[in-house]
């Protein structure tokens, strides 16, 4: 079984700052994570994902994610916020086996402020 | 362009009728999925399906029914039996078995039902 736990429902960051968001996860096997962005009425769209390769992961729009397997943890970063990355996040993983399931935080509502 | 498109956008219905919701893709995923999102809670499993002629349950299922006839196409319906059927419904869909990147979900833009 695997879980995710996103800390902060709400982060706000000022235009320019530092963007992180938490996550960490639970998984008896190796894991994939991935994040993903969710805009007001859409569907979610993949930043990036970790399968076990490097384990600091570069995405799209300047995310990138670190994988510390003695930490648990999969955070999302980037240098400096932007007024368009004003959204809902979402950091999942899986355990592999055929199901293919994906398990998802609770999301991560980010504020950017002018 | 390849994709996954559900309809209606907007659903509106009343208390004790049946509705079904669609989703169509044209990845040539084999696996679908179709998830319930509330504000707050993240994304909940309700079905999913590997193959054609072939659907699980997943955590919510309760309420709910698919079918998988064809590749392409996994109707979701939200029966009368479902207690707080309002919400937003996601549909997605993964690729091939046995490769890391079979894990990686492309979603639909979803379906927002209000049911008064």
């Known amino acids: 079984a695997q879980s995710v736990t996103q800390l902060g429902s709400h982060v706000s960051v000022s235009e320019g700052a530092l963007v992180l968001l938490r996550c960490n996860y639970s998984?008896?096997?190796?894991?994939?994570l991935f994040w993903y962005v969710q805009y007001p009425n859409q569907g979610l769209q993949l930043l990036l994902k970790y399968t076990s390769a490097a384990t600091l992961v570069k995405g799209i729009n300047g995310f990138e994610a670190e994988f510390k397997k003695s930490e648990t943890s999969f955070h999302l970063t980037k240098p400096s916020a932007h007024m368009s990355d004003a959204a809902e996040y979402f950091c999942?993983?899986?355990?592999?086996?055929?199901?293919?399931?994906?398990?998802f935080g609770s999301g991560t509502q980010l504020t950017v402020l002018p | 362009d390849g994709g996954i498109t559900q309809s209606p956008k907007y659903l509106f219905r009343k208390e004790g009728q049946n509705v079904t919701l669609s989703c169509e893709q044209n990845l040539n995923h084999d696996a679908m999925y179709w998830y319930r999102q509330d504000p707050g809670q993240g994304l909940r499993l309700i079905y999913y399906?590997?193959?054609?002629?072939?659907?699980q349950k997943g955590d919510i299922a309760e309420g709910y029914s698919v079918s998988r006839e064809k590749k392409e196409s996994f109707p979701l319906t939200v029966t009368s039996a479902q207690k707080n059927p309002t919400a937003f419904y996601l549909c997605?869909?993964?690729?091939?078995?046995?490769?890391?990147?079979?894990?990686?979900?492309?979603f639909g833009p979803g379906t927002r039902l209000t049911v008064t």
């Open positions: 399906s590997q193959i054609v002629n072939d659907f």
């Open positions: 999942a993983v899986t355990g592999g086996g055929s199901a293919r399931q994906l398990t």
């Open positions: 998984s008896s096997v190796p894991p994939y």
């Open positions: 997605a869909s993964s690729t091939t078995p046995g490769l890391a990147v079979a894990y990686e979900q492309y």
